[in-house]
Every structure is written in structure tokens, then in C-alpha cells.
T-cell receptor, first 115, second 113 residues
Framework: KAGVTQTPRYLIKTRGQQVTLSCSPI?????VSWYQQTPGQGLQFLFE???????NKGNFPGRFSGRQFSNSRSEMNVSTLELGDSALYLC??????????????FGAGSRLTVL | AQSVTQPDIHITVSEGASLELRCNYS??????LFWYVQSPGQGLQLLLK??????LVQGIKGFEAEFKRSQSSFNLRKPSVHWSDAAEYFC???????????FGKGTTLSVSS
């Protein structure tokens, strides 16, 4: 059974550019969550999608957006990149979505460096 | 809203020694509790979870954790640490439906020989 796949694994961008990250969940999983991981702030929740609908959103500016496709694959986009956006972006999938009992399976992450 | 505190940023343990990583949570009702581990350059892997029932839960790689409601704690333990256990460990709490899983800041474990 394939795990959660994130692409690209590494990327370098400059300030002001935009970036799109992709996440393919485990087959059959309908929920995809995104987290930003930095040394200072730790793991911070960005948003969660279930059946193509954003059902939960963290406290991030509107420059951060996402979407989910009918096959449950998800993308997140960050526009007008800032230096502080440098981070590991983690995607996680789960069967049923929004619930405290949600067991998340994580991908290896996309490491974004903004210069 | 729920929150998680991992008091220890970095812990060093000798190989073969026992380990306990602390986790305290804040939530008004019975939470769902998780421990995840992250090796360098990797995503997070679930070690174990507590939803209800027996307060001592067993996980993978020989880890266990005990839920103590009176102390709002969910500490992770391992009787004998191996060098391959060196990694970062995250405690997480899930609350009612409609909220995301909240993670602690993590504890980095180093294993000395």
C-alpha cells in the first residue's frame, strides 16, 4: 500500500515568487491536512480538505491556499513568498477527516527555502 | 481550545537505559492523544494513540504511554533505548470533531553509547 506522496521534496524560491506543492494521499483516504513545520514554531496547522471542501483552517494569511481534487489529491499554494515561509510543509491523509480521533499518516514533506 | 506542552526540548539517554518523555495537555474533556516520531528528513510516524479504555497503551518499536487524567499527562516510555531511537518526538492532542490535531513543540532524543 503506497504511502502519502509529496512533491517536490526540495525547492528553492526567491522572495515574491509563488509556489505550489502537491500531495497524493493514501488510496481510499478522503481527508488531507497540511502542516507547516519550522524550528521556532513547530508544527502549525494550515488547513484540511475533505471531499474537495476546505473544512478547517489554521491561522495563516490568505497568501496560503489549497485545494483538493476529486481523486483526493491536494495542492497548496503560497503566493508572494516571504523569507519566513521557509519551512518543511507536511501533508497528512486520513480516512474520515475532521475528528479528534483522526489518525494522520504523514508524507515525507516538501522542504521550501526562500531566498 | 486544546494545547500540548512538552517540557523537555532535548534529552540525552545512554543506549540501554530507560526513557520517559513528558507530555501535558490542556483540554476540558477526554482528549484523543497521540505520539509521533520524526527522523531527520522524514515525515512523522505514529508510535501510539489513546482514545479510551485502558490507560496504558502499547505502540510500535517497544514504546508505551500512560494516560493520567488527574495529571493531564500522556508520557511516553521505553524500557531500553536503542541508538536507532534517536529522533524527534511529538505529542499531539485531538479534541472534538471540527478541530485539527494540535502538536507539541517536540522533544529531541539523543542516544549516547
Amino acid at each position: 500500500k503506497a504511502g502519502v506522496t509529496q512533491t517536490p521534496r526540495y525547492l528553492i524560491k526567491t522572495r515574491g515568487q509563488q509556489v505550489t506543492l502537491s500531495c497524493s494521499p493514501i488510496s481510499g483516504h478522503r481527508s488531507v491536512s497540511w502542516y507547516q513545520q519550522t524550528p521556532g514554531q513547530g508544527l502549525q496547522f494550515l488547513f484540511e480538505y475533505f471531499s474537495e471542501t476546505q473544512r478547517n483552517k489554521g491561522n495563516f494569511p490568505g497568501r496560503f491556499s489549497g485545494r483538493q481534487f476529486s481523486n483526493s489529491r491536494s495542492e497548496m499554494n503560497v503566493s508572494t513568498l516571504e523569507l519566513g515561509d521557509s519551512a518543511l510543509y507536511l501533508c497528512a491523509s486520513s480516512l474520515t477527516g475532521v475528528s479528534g480521533a483522526n489518525v494522520l499518516t504523514f508524507g515525507a514533506g516538501s522542504r521550501l527555502t526562500v531566498l | 481550545a486544546q494545547s500540548v506542552t512538552q517540557p523537555d526540548i532535548h534529552i540525552t539517554v545512554s543506549e540501554g537505559a530507560s526513557l520517559e518523555l513528558r507530555c501535558n495537555y490542556s483540554y476540558g474533556a477526554t482528549p484523543y492523544l497521540f505520539w509521533y516520531v520524526q527522523s531527520p528528513g522524514q515525515g512523522l510516524q505514529l508510535l501510539l494513540k489513546y482514545f479510551s479504555g485502558d490507560t496504558l497503551v502499547q505502540g510500535i518499536k517497544g514504546f508505551e504511554a500512560e494516560f493520567k487524567r488527574s495529571q493531564s499527562s500522556f508520557n511516553l516510555r521505553k524500557p531500553s533505548v536503542h541508538w536507532s531511537d534517536a529522533a524527534e518526538y511529538f505529542c499531539a492532542v485531538g479534541a472534538q470533531a471540527g478541530t485539527a490535531l494540535i502538536f507539541g513543540k517536540g522533544t529531541t532524543l539523543s542516544v549516547s553509547s
